[in-house]
């Protein structure tokens, strides 16, 4: 079956640095887009992330544009994402999605990411 798993996620001050990881199992990672997407508290899901299934092609939703950085090794079947110059508002729950910005089939249990003085 589909697994995603998510971590990376934590406590971070404004202006801070993270990187989020999602472990994929139980498909053949190499063949679909993957996705991150967040939730903030109270807000439904937003769409942050997309890179295509050989990791030539990423696109970046504009709140997240120029400071996040999305990647994959798909010898080690992981999807990363590079959260640099992070501000209060992104602040959620971070998942990460098989599938890209149009549709996503499947996601993990999330990581929580909090910025905050």
């Known amino acids: 079956q589909v697994q995603l798993v998510e971590s990376g996620g934590g406590l971070v001050q404004p202006g801070g640095s993270l990187r989020l990881s999602c472990a994929a199992s139980?498909?053949?990672?190499?063949?679909?887009?993957m996705s991150w997407v967040r939730q903030a508290p109270g807000k439904g899901l937003e769409w942050v992330s997309d890179?295509?299934?050989?990791?030539?092609?990423?696109d970046y939703a504009d709140s997240v544009k120029g400071r996040f950085t999305i990647s994959r090794d798909n010898a080690k079947n992981t999807l990363y994402l590079q959260m640099n110059s992070l501000k209060p508002e992104d602040t959620a729950l971070y998942y990460c999605?098989?599938?890209?910005?149009?549709?996503?089939?499947?996601w993990g249990q999330g990581t929580q990411v909090t910025v905050s003085s």
């Open positions: 999605a098989r599938g890209d910005s149009s549709e996503y089939d499947y």
């Open positions: 890179i295509s299934n050989g990791g030539g092609s990423t």
């Open positions: 139980g498909f053949t990672f190499r063949a679909y887009y």
